[in-house]
């Protein structure tokens, strides 16, 4: 699914405009991207959780000539996805 297909189904299932849809999905995805940025932890109940993760610096190789590399350490965005989404794709637990 690509996101005018996500916002067609949106904009059907809460009976609105596509415009309307592609209007309220940006902005949610914007808040969710300036949240991170800042740091903080956005958690969606039952869906998951988008945070801040660090990787450490390291040295690589540049594959065309094997030299080695240095590559910086950085923050990357990571998401965790919750226990319903996770059942929900894998299917029920069997506790």
Do not use: W, Y
Request: hydrophobic letters at 35%; proline letters at 4%; a positive charge.
């Amino acid at each position: 699914m690509n996101k005018a297909q996500l916002v067609e189904r949106i904009a059907t299932s809460v009976s609105t405009t596509k415009l309307q849809a592609e209007s309220i999905l940006d902005c949610a995805l914007e808040h969710i991207q300036s949240s991170i940025s800042r740091g903080e932890e956005v958690k969606l109940v039952g869906f998951g959780t988008f945070d801040v993760g660090s990787r450490k610096a390291r040295i690589g190789r540049n594959p065309q000539s094997g030299a080695a590399i240095k590559i910086p350490a950085r923050r990357v965005p990571r998401f965790r996805a919750g226990k319903e989404f996770k059942e929900l794709v894998s299917g029920p637990s069997k506790d």
